[in-house]
């Protein structure tokens, strides 16, 4: 009966699309010397503004560690400023630099590469199956924050 979980395991299935889908991002934002982890990273600070590492995590769905290990590189690199909560000293806010607003308009272009040849792959079609199935995959999680899928449901908030 063993046999039977791994060709059937959602959760296996699921971490081997992201993977092949990180490797081809990761591949076409080379160029830019980002992964897509940090484009993720500049691009939420820029679509949601100034956070606290602990909130953009939460927005992100990621460990707060994962998210501080690529702020930090993104800070050295001059792409990330971290500026005091103006009501609570002890959160750092990260907001783009405008070397980071620059960074993530010329990484757009290549971003776009990689996002071609996915909807290609799957077709109009797919493409709004495989966004109706995340939204239902998030719902399945209370603790999943809405706000992650609200620009699912508009593709056009994707195009740029």
């Known amino acids: 009966i063993w046999m039977s979980v791994v060709p059937n395991c959602l959760c296996l299935k699921l971490r081997m699309a992201s993977r092949t889908t990180t490797v081809l991002y990761d591949s076409a934002l080379q160029p830019t010397e980002l992964t897509s982890s940090q484009f993720s990273a500049l691009r939420n600070i820029h679509r949601f503004g100034p956070r606290g590492i ?14 501080t290990r690529n702020i930090d590189l993104l800070h050295e690199r001059g792409y990330v400023r971290m500026r005091f909560s103006e009501t609570d000293n002890r959160i750092h806010r990260a907001e783009l630099s405008n070397e980071g607003e620059r960074k993530l ?22 493409w709004s199956d495989l966004q109706a199935a995340l939204r239902e995959t998030a719902a399945i999680n209370e603790e999943a924050p809405e706000k992650l899928y609200e620009f699912s449901k508009n593709p056009t908030k994707w195009s740029d």
Do not use: D, K
């Open 105 to 126: 308009r010329s990484a757009i272009p290549r971003w776009r590469v990689a996002q071609r040849r996915m909807l290609s792959g799957l077709g109009a079609q797919g």
């Open 54 to 67: 602990g909130e953009l995590a939460r927005i992100m769905l990621l460990e707060r560690t994962t998210l």
